[in-house]
């Protein structure tokens, strides 16, 4: 069946625009994390979605990111005003449910660059 | 806060020798699961492990974890070009949704 899948795969924007990142998680999975990834770096924890709430905002870096899940499906990233920062690979996974005894699928990820 | 301290960064093998991670929890964990990244990709399930003191294996990968589920192991036998990444472990808990990432080990096949 069809993975996990984001969109752009790359995206390169300038300082002080605005990015929207999407992922479209696989079908029946009710949680959705999303994960920032620096070069060579382990994995950022950013937010947890359970259906469309988001019970942990807390590992957003700063207000200018936001995330909405809508439908108790697709996931978007929003990074307002982007800062050189903010380069980075964004991952997005979905579990069968939010409980951490399931395992995590994941997008191929997408490449922001801000120049 | 709940932390998995993973060791070591980085190893370099020569091609059929052998390879081991190890990472430790502060915390009891109620799994433990593996995850291997390619370079340039995105991080694959391996494995899980549940119950204390669990031996699994894959082919040439046995993954162990410890009687005290706070420590676990992948040990990689005889390593191909293959197993070139980055090899994540991640403990999970029983009263949290978020799985708590160690830092990866690269594994790096010298030449």
């Known amino acids: 069946g069809a993975g996990v899948s984001q969109s752009p795969s790359n995206k390169v924007t300038e300082k002080g625009k605005d990015v929207e990142l999407r992922c479209d998680p696989i079908s029946g999975h009710t949680a959705l994390y999303w994960y920032r990834q620096s070069l060579g770096q382990g994995l950022e924890f950013l937010i947890y979605f359970q259906g469309n709430s988001a019970p942990d905002k807390s590992g957003l870096p700063s207000d200018r990111f936001s995330a909405e899940r809508t439908g108790g499906s697709v996931s978007t990233l929003t990074i307002q005003r982007t800062q050189q920062e903010d380069s980075a690979v964004y991952l997005c996974a979905s579990s069968l449910d939010g409980q951490g005894n399931y395992e995590q699928y994941f997008g191929p990820g997408t490449r922001l660059t801000v120049t | ?111």
């Open chain 2, 1 to 111: 806060g709940q932390q998995v301290m993973q060791i070591p960064q980085y190893q370099h093998v020569q091609e059929g020798e052998d390879f081991t991670t190890y990472c430790n929890s502060s915390t009891t964990l109620s799994n433990i699961q593996w995850y291997k990244q390619r370079p340039g990709g995105h991080p694959v399930f391996l494995i899980q492990l549940v119950k204390s003191g669990e031996v699994k294996k894959q082919k040439r990968l046995t993954f162990q974890f410890g009687e005290a589920k706070k420590n676990s192991s992948l040990h990689i036998t005889a390593t191909q070009t293959t197993d070139v990444g980055t090899y994540f472990c991640a403990g999970g808990m029983d009263s949290n949704y978020q799985l708590i990432w160690g830092a990866g080990t690269k594994l790096i096949i010298k030449p």
